[in-house]
């Protein structure tokens, strides 16, 4: 059974930072593109990062891009998410998963959460103005 473990969610001020990390199980790691996504209250799942199996290739929204740096450790079976400069419109649950169909991230029109999965139970980051 694969699993998605999220965590290092926490409440920071702005301009703050904080690092997310996901922990895979049941699956190859290495084998999938993997991408970080984020749900406000009342707003649809966004997609934030992805980044290919190799660890060589990565995309990032324009909302976050020069703040989000995204990385992997293949060996442990972890993706991580590095948050820089952090905003009060960062605030959301935040979510790991592989993409279903692409080792190098399924883009159109940016990232769609149909295309990734299975998704864990995600880790809140507030950020307070």
């Known amino acids: 059974q694969v699993q998605m473990v999220e965590s290092g969610g926490d409440s920071v001020q702005a301009g703050g930072s904080l690092r997310l990390s996901c922990t895979v199980s049941?699956?190859?790691?290495?084998?999938?593109?993997m991408a970080w996504f984020r749900q406000a209250p009342g707003k649809e799942r966004e997609g934030v990062s992805c980044i290919s199996w190799s660890g060589s290739k990565t995309y990032y929204a324009d909302s976050v891009k020069g703040r989000f740096t995204a990385s992997r450790d293949n060996a442990k079976n972890v993706l991580y998410l590095q948050m820089n400069n952090l905003k009060p419109e960062d605030t959301a649950m935040y979510y790991c998963?592989?993409?279903?169909?692409?080792?190098?991230?399924?883009?159109?029109?940016?990232?769609?959460?149909?295309?990734?999965?299975?998704w864990g139970q995600g880790t809140q980051v507030t950020v307070s103005s």
């Open positions: 998963a592989a993409d279903l169909g692409d080792r190098e991230c399924t883009l159109v029109v940016g990232l769609r959460p149909e295309d990734f999965g299975p």
């Open positions: 049941g699956t190859t790691f290495s084998a999938y593109a």
